[in-house]
């Protein structure tokens, strides 16, 4: 009939999906499926469905999509600045979530506490990122910083700028935290030297350093225990 707007035949299947989505919550939907949802936010006029497909089989999962900068999300053709802002946006929220903040109740006595939201800020980063969280003497987080950005495989620490951060926070212990972009939770030389350097360097100014953490999407290993960790134990 002329004149009658024809309603888009992806239009049923995107009210479908929010109905499972809200009805049964994530578990109900596969990986590209939530990703769907996603860009179908940003990206009004198409059907998200191959175009979501295409970006996990690109990146090979879904974390792996949240992890993966602007400029590479951008590079797979039918993603644009909005989409790939809110696949970022969308990241960030999950992050700010689950950090540590100083006005809940939860105290950091054992890096269990915290091991989720590091694998979440830094731990499938495609570079090696070096964190420094601060604590204070009641052991809640006082500030939490990426203090250093390097290769695929090192990141150059410097002492001073960490004691002069853990001062600047008028700090009473840190938490030192690395990512490891291959995977393995494996200490290497270099991480044991540094944190044992750092470990005397602070101790001089009476901070403490209680532990140093290597993090991946996949687990986290604390260079103090020589063993790897997990989310939600009894550290005491």
């Known amino acids: 009939m002329t004149g009658t707007k024809k309603t888009a035949h992806y239009a049923g299947h995107r009210k479908r999906l929010r109905e499972r989505f809200r009805k049964a919550g994530r578990q109900a939907l596969q990986d590209y499926e939530i ?30 999509v949240f992890d993966a900068p602007c400029e590479r999300i951008e590079a797979i053709d039918g993603v644009g600045e909005y989409a790939s802002t809110l696949i970022r946006l969308v990241r960030a929220c999950m992050s700010r979530y689950m950090e540590p903040r100083e006005d809940r109740s939860t105290i950091i006595n054992g890096p269990e506490n915290v091991v989720d939201y590091l694998r979440g800020e ?22 939490s910083q990426v203090i250093a950005e390097g290769t695929v495989d090192m990141a150059h620490i410097y002492p001073r700028e960490v004691l002069k951060i853990a001062l600047d926070q008028g700090a009473s212990a840190l938490i030192l935290v690395h ?38 999407r996949g687990g986290a290993y604390s260079i103090k225990s020589g063993a790897p960790i997990t989310s939600g134990e009894d550290c005491s």
Do not use: W
């Open 35 to 64: 990703l769907e949802m996603l860009l179908g936010y940003s990206i009004a006029r198409i059907d998200t469905k191959p175009l979501a497909k295409r970006i996990i089989d690109e990146f090979g999962s879904l974390p792996a």
């Open 122 to 143: 830094i731990g499938g980063s495609p570079k090696e990122r070096f964190m420094l969280l601060c604590l204070n003497a009641a052991g809640r987080l006082i500030h």
């Open 179 to 216: 990512n490891h972009p291959s995977g393995t939770l494996k200490a290497s030389d270099h991480d044991m030297h540094l944190t044992r350097l750092l470990t005397d360097v602070c101790s001089r100014v009476g901070i403490a350093v209680h532990d140093h953490l290597i993090v991946s």
